[in-house]
């Protein structure tokens, strides 16, 4: 198991909700980087916080937001959930942004009605 | 766009032998390629990575082996065994000065060993 913990495990929304996600890096880590993964499809990067700033962000609109704390914990909100929403949302920490050290957290099963 | 594309979707193996999965990718910026596995309802786990300054890289029973030119990288899963029934993603990053980009996945080949 990694050090790198999301809660809660699943959600149900309906559309148009707003759901906040949460993630707990590993100890030492102070990157969290968050990716959607869709029924059968690969992780795709939503954006990624180094130190409390966002650094780099992937294809999401502005609905999808994030904030990471002093303690290297991050959040992601979606806004105005749509059904396409529907999927298992990752979360990563690693050491100063190098890959070797990126550990995946179980992810968070939203489910949009 | 897909810059990483995995082949093939789904693969059934028989117990001891090997498995082979394949990539390629677009961008040639790209020069870091890990391989992720991942059980069902758990996070990708990293198996084994490969930068372009080496051909073939072996840990244990997983070998990457890897084309450059081709801009084209595989994995292959010697001795196979039911253990290792998992999905299977293969991925490309950019290095930067300090760290790594964004990773790019492919779509997964869902891995079947039967006995």
């Known amino acids: 198991e990694t050090g790198v913990t999301q809660s809660p495990t699943h959600l149900i929304k309906t559309r148009g909700q707003q759901v906040t996600l949460r993630c707990s890096s590993q100890?030492?880590?102070?990157?969290v980087s968050w990716y959607q993964q869709a029924l059968g499809q690969g992780p795709q990067f939503i954006f990624q916080?180094?130190?409390?700033?966002?650094?780099g962000r992937g294809n999401f609109p502005p609905r999808f937001s994030g904030l990471q704390f002093p303690n290297y914990s991050s959040e992601l909100n979606v806004n105005a959930l749509e059904l396409d929403d529907s999927a298992l949302y990752l979360c990563?920490?690693?050491?100063?942004?190098?890959?070797?050290?990126?550990?995946f957290g179980p992810g968070t099963r939203l489910l949009v009605l | 766009q897909q810059q990483v594309k995995q082949s093939p979707q789904s693969l059934i193996v028989q117990k001891g032998g090997i498995s082979i999965i394949n990539c390629a990718y677009e961008?040639?910026?790209?020069?870091?390629f890990p391989w992720y596995q991942q059980f069902p309802g758990k996070g990708p786990a990293l198996l084994i990575a490969?930068?372009?300054?080496?051909s073939e890289k072996k840990e244990g029973r997983f070998t990457i082996s890897f084309n450059k030119s081709a801009k084209q990288f595989s994995l292959h899963i010697m001795d196979s065994q039911p253990g290792d029934s998992a999905t299977y993603f293969c991925?490309?990053?950019?290095?930067?000065?300090?760290?790594?980009?964004?990773?790019?996945f492919g779509t997964g080949t869902r891995l079947t060993i039967i006995p």
């Open positions: 490969i930068r372009p300054d080496v």
């Open positions: 990563a920490s690693s050491l100063e942004r190098f890959l070797e050290t990126q550990y």
């Open positions: 991925a490309a990053s950019i290095s930067l000065n300090f760290g790594n980009e964004k990773l790019t």
């Open positions: 100890s030492g880590h102070n990157t």
């Open positions: 961008n040639t910026a790209f020069d870091y």
């Open positions: 916080y180094y130190r409390e700033e966002e650094n």
